[in-house]
């Protein structure tokens, strides 16, 4: 699972992963909600692979891999890891409006509350590493190179794939960010 | 193979099928199918002011000998009932095909009505896929279907299927030509003497339409059998056939029913007859278990299924198996994040103002809905494409008092689509009611379309363009006031100004939306920590980039695009 929070990009790092899966032979599912959750909402997109996968969506307790750009997304969508599952979270918060307007605080805490959970936490700081590779758009990048590194596909699928969706004239800054996201 | 969006493999189906017009207005989750389709040199495509003219201009396409489409959401399908419901008397020439795209769980509508109730009801057969293959496939089948029985034929997707990506085929487009258009009045003029002649006929074609359904459709695969253990015997159609073999696997069996209506009769009493336990897992109204009552077909529907909402793998697990998956969770309070006004949107100014003013506002569907929020939290009421501005009529006839205090804000597509009429009416029937249009230059919460005032079209092609206020004035109304919403005053004023004056009045609120490409924007704004007071007047405005920290406001530089609204609010010029 893919979760964060619209305009993050969270919808490259689905079009990279589900490229990388159908390039090494699987069937593969990617479901998108698209509208009204752009406008600074929460964003998830579900991606399953297999022989012949079925359901598109993904439900509580079922995901291998959630891969979380924001904080606050990665408490609200736990509960769907499967309990052995890996989540790997970027420490970036963005205030939902709630606490913009003061009428809550953004919670504290949220990556021990994750982990004391019993759940497999990998914490990075995407946001300074995307600047390190030259730009903070490119922190879903990171991520991907994240996520890459604790999938059993080969690292080539994912370049290429990564190749084939960013535009040419971004795709050092890209790859650099990758490898900064794949070497953590 | 590749993997196609669910509305990107309907788009490739009606190349492949020969399309030659597509005409649809935007709406989630419907819009990509037109996108898609308008990146096809052989396709004539466009965005219709609203549902029915596209379906009409579908619909002439066809008569005229042309493959034709037109894509609406299921609140589209309202608006386009009029020509569904008479098309499926006078049959086509070339093959019409309509996708409606249905919502459960209203991710992005004002309900989840069940649109498989229209084919019902106007006669007309509806295929419905399951994944992006059969999106495709469906897409071409409809129109040979559509040419084998004279009648449109409705492809019915939902949210996950049209949104979801999966792996489909494929190959060349066939276009065999232009039908021949012959004139037969009998056949296309539906004055009720032909009309009574045509009722005789649709009937007639449902039932060879459901022979169809019963044999061929399935050696065409279109309707499938599938037996493995036969103590569960699964109906479904669409996407819950998929959460269906999700969680049953081979521990059911399933009859796939790609053609919703007409329903086959045998089939499914066939294969009822051969499992211990039939249910029929369907998303929103009990539709299939009806027809299986209706004849005589012991199912298990929605008592145990619910009418409301999404289904899943795991709802499905649960009722039947009675099985739940283990899950992780923790104490965090989980905040709403609900979807806002961008940073720099210019309706934000807009509905500040009206919050100053105190006015009650009839308010429709588009990003400025979200104005209904707090902080801002300015708008009445929202109902459906257009009903702003006839509603503020009907407020203002029930007591003339509310013309002074009451306006009505629609959007430049919102108002093409079906706001014109309503605005013909406040002159024609003389209330004082007061029109905001807020005039952005785009289509929105779609996905930023256009559509008749913006200037392009479909390809981003100049295009004539609607000129609002010289609309406002030849319906009757000359009190036209344009204002910039980034200008808190001269909104204010402007409105003021509406309101006061004699007669009805429309009010432009013009500047293009924040994310437009086109858009140049200022620099990101600071808060100078030693003149903020902490008075948290710029929080009024709810903008996304403004919070609080160490006690001071404080602007996200990676949102704010420099509209500068908030420090319009800041009485100590802390904002700079």
Redo the contacts between chains.
């Keep these: 699972m893919i979760v964060g929070?619209?305009g993050q990009g969270t919808l490259l790092a689905s079009r990279i992963l589900?490229?990388a899966l159908?390039d090494c032979g699987y069937?593969?599912?990617?479901?998108?909600?698209?509208?009204?959750?752009?406008?600074?909402?929460?964003v998830v997109t579900y991606v399953r692979s297999g022989e012949k996968?079925?359901?598109?969506?993904i439900?509580?307790?079922?995901a291998d891999i959630i891969l979380a750009f924001e904080q606050?997304?990665a408490?609200?969508w736990?509960?769907?890891?499967k309990?052995d599952g890996k989540i790997i979270v970027n420490t970036q918060t963005i205030?939902?409006?709630?606490?913009?307007?003061?009428?809550?605080e953004?919670?504290e805490?949220?990556i021990d509350?994750?982990k004391?959970?019993?759940?497999d936490v990998q914490a990075i700081d995407a946001l300074s590493l995307a600047v390190e590779a030259g730009t903070?758009k490119a922190v879903n990048v990171v991520l991907i190179g994240a996520m890459a590194k604790s999938m059993p596909l080969d690292k080539e699928v994912w370049i290429k794939a990564l190749t084939e969706s960013v535009p040419p004239k971004f795709l050092e800054l890209n790859l650099k960010a990758f490898e900064l996201g794949y070497n953590i | 193979m590749k993997l196609l969006l669910g509305n990107e493999a309907v788009a490739r189906g009606l190349y492949e099928a020969g399309c030659r017009v597509v005409s649809s207005y935007p709406g989630t989750p419907s819009t990509e199918v037109t996108e898609f389709a308008a990146k096809y040199d052989e396709i004539a495509s466009e965005w219709a002011p609203n549902e029915k003219v596209a379906m009409e201009v579908a619909y002439g396409a066809s008569v005229a000998g042309a493959r034709a489409f037109c894509a609406m959401k299921h609140v589209g399908l309202n608006v386009a009932a009029d020509p569904l419901f008479t098309a499926s008397y006078t049959g086509v020439n070339a093959g019409m095909v309509i996708l409606v795209a249905d919502d459960p769980g209203m991710h992005s509508s004002q309900n989840e009505q069940d649109s498989r109730h229209y084919a019902m009801a106007s006669k007309i057969m509806m295929l419905e896929p399951s994944d992006s293959a059969e999106c495709l496939d469906y897409a071409k089948r409809a129109f040979d279907l559509s040419e084998k029985f004279d009648t449109p034929v409705i492809l019915r997707v939902t949210t996950r299927v049209a949104h979801s990506r999966s792996v489909a085929e494929l190959t060349e487009r066939v276009d065999n030509g232009l039908k021949e258009y012959v004139k037969n009045p009998q056949k296309y003029v539906m004055m009720p003497a032909n009309a009574k002649g045509k009722h005789v006929v649709v009937e007639q074609r449902i039932l060879d339409q459901i022979a169809y359904c019963e044999k061929e459709a399935v050696a065409d695969g279109l309707n499938k059998v599938e037996f493995n253990s036969k103590k569960i015997g699964i109906i479904s159609s669409g996407i819950t056939y998929e959460y269906a073999k999700e969680a049953l696997g081979e521990n059911a069996s399933y009859l796939k029913l790609g053609c919703v209506y007409p329903l086959p009769v045998e089939l499914i009493k066939n294969f009822a007859a051969e499992c211990e336990k039939v249910y029929v897992i369907e998303e929103l109204d009990d539709f299939i278990e009806t027809h299986c009552r209706k004849n005589g077909i012991e199912v298990i529907g929605k008592e145990a299924f619910t009418l409301q909402g999404e289904y899943s793998q795991s709802m499905i697990a649960k009722v039947i198996l009675g099985e739940e998956k283990e899950f992780l969770s923790t104490d965090v309070n989980i905040v709403p994040r609900p979807p806002v006004l961008c940073a720099g949107c210019p309706h934000r100014g807009l509905f500040y103002s009206l919050k100053q003013l105190g006015v009650t506002v009839t308010g429709d569907i588009g990003c400025y809905t979200l104005g209904a929020l707090a902080p801002l939290g300015s708008i009445d009421t929202v109902l459906c494409m257009g009903a702003s501005v006839s509603s503020l009529h009907g407020r203002n006839l029930a007591d003339p008092s509310n013309a002074k205090k009451s306006v009505a804000v629609i959007g430049d597509s919102t108002f093409m689509h079906s706001g014109i009429t309503g605005l013909v009416n406040i002159a024609y029937n003389a209330t004082d009611s007061v029109v905001i249009i807020l005039d952005n230059s785009i289509t929105g919460m779609t996905g930023h379309q256009h559509n008749p005032t913006t200037g392009y079209n479909i390809k981003g092609e100049p295009a004539l363009a609607v000129d609002l206020e010289a609309l406002a004035k030849a319906v009757g109304i000359n009190n036209v006031i344009v204002v910039d919403p980034y200008n808190l005053a001269e909104t204010k004023n402007g409105i003021k100004q509406a309101l006061e004056a004699d007669g009805p009045a429309v009010v432009i609120s013009r500047r293009p939306c924040a994310l437009l490409k086109s858009v140049k924007h200022n620099p990101p704004l600071k808060v100078n920590p030693d003149k903020c007071k902490s008075c948290k007047m710029c929080m009024k405005i709810g903008c996304p980039a403004i919070s609080m920290k160490d006690g001071k406001a404080h602007i996200d530089f990676t949102q704010c695009l420099g509209c500068n609204v908030c420090s319009q609010l800041c009485k100590f010029d802390a904002i700079e």
């Design positions: 929070v619209g589900g490229s159908l069937d593969v599912k990617v479901s998108e909600v698209h509208g009204m959750s752009q406008r600074g909402g929460s996968v079925a359901s598109p969506i439900e509580k307790g079922e606050l997304e408490a609200r736990l509960s769907f890891l309990p205030d939902p409006m709630p606490v913009v307007i003061g009428s809550t953004y919670p805490g949220i509350a994750v004391a959970s019993g759940a903070a």
